[in-house]
């Protein structure tokens, strides 16, 4: 079983918005990532939040981490229509394994 | 420039053939990872290296090996290949440091008829 999981979902919204995403995890992590990953390419880290963080920014990304519930959320403000992408959690005990979330498809119409 | 190159990006396949995927990195990093990507499934984790030789299984190995002979290049391996191992596999590395931020090739989307 997956230790990083998002509601797999599809999230259509209009270019502007505001969209939050959330993941949940099952085991301990010290650093939770979040990755994006565009059509026909690999992913890639956007962000990233270390347990003993609650929040985390960078531009128009924020995201959040809160330990005792094992869940992190990824805020998108005014969004364009190039953040369309599938948006993954991943998780590391800080060893080699890094698990992935399976992700949440978000659609920013023009 | 920091890259990591899969080759091929697309292979077709009859099941039962071998097939042989392949990953570049030019950081120098010590960790390399070969995921496999399935519609609602995210990605899998199917083998890590940390170093030449020197490799772990991770949660879905059966069915594949890998081979790193060199730190900057690893290898998946399919002995003879079977239809559920359609798939978008991609290849990462990694500094191996505790924030272990990972960096992905591009996929190579295989498809064993």
């Known amino acids: 079983s997956q230790w990083g999981e998002e509601n797999l979902q599809a999230l259509s919204i209009q270019e502007g918005e505001d969209v939050t995403m959330n993941c949940s995890y099952k085991t301990y992590t010290t650093v939770v990532q979040w990755y994006r990953q565009k059509s026909g390419k690999g992913p890639a880290l956007i962000i990233l939040?270390?347990?003993?963080?609650r929040e985390k920014r960078s531009g128009r990304l924020r995201a959040t981490l809160d330990t005792s519930s094992q869940s992190s959320s990824l805020s998108i403000t005014g969004t364009l229509a190039t953040d369309t992408a599938v948006y993954f959690c991943?998780?590391?005990?800080?060893?080699?394994?890094?698990?992935f979330g399976s992700g949440t498809r978000l659609l920013v119409s023009p | 420039d920091m890259k990591v190159t899969q080759m091929p990006r697309y292979l077709i396949k009859r099941m039962g053939e071998n097939v042989l995927l392949e990953c570049g990195q030019d950081m120098s990093h010590e960790t390399m990872y070969w995921y496999r990507q399935d519609p609602g499934l995210g990605l899998q984790l199917i083998y890590i290296?940390?170093?030449?030789?020197?490799?772990s299984e991770g949660d879905i190995p059966k069915g594949y090996r890998v081979s790193r002979k060199k730190r900057e290049h690893f290898s998946l391996i399919l002995d003879s290949a079977k239809t559920n191992q359609t798939s978008v596999y991609f290849c990462?590395?990694?500094?191996?440091?505790?924030?272990?931020?990972?960096?992905f090739g591009a996929g190579t989307r295989l498809s064993v008829l």
């Open positions: 939040i270390r347990s003993n963080e």
């Open positions: 991943a998780t590391g005990t800080g060893g080699y394994k890094v698990v």
């Open positions: 990462a590395s990694s500094p191996g440091t505790s924030q272990n931020t990972l960096y």
């Open positions: 290296s940390y170093d030449v030789d020197s490799n």
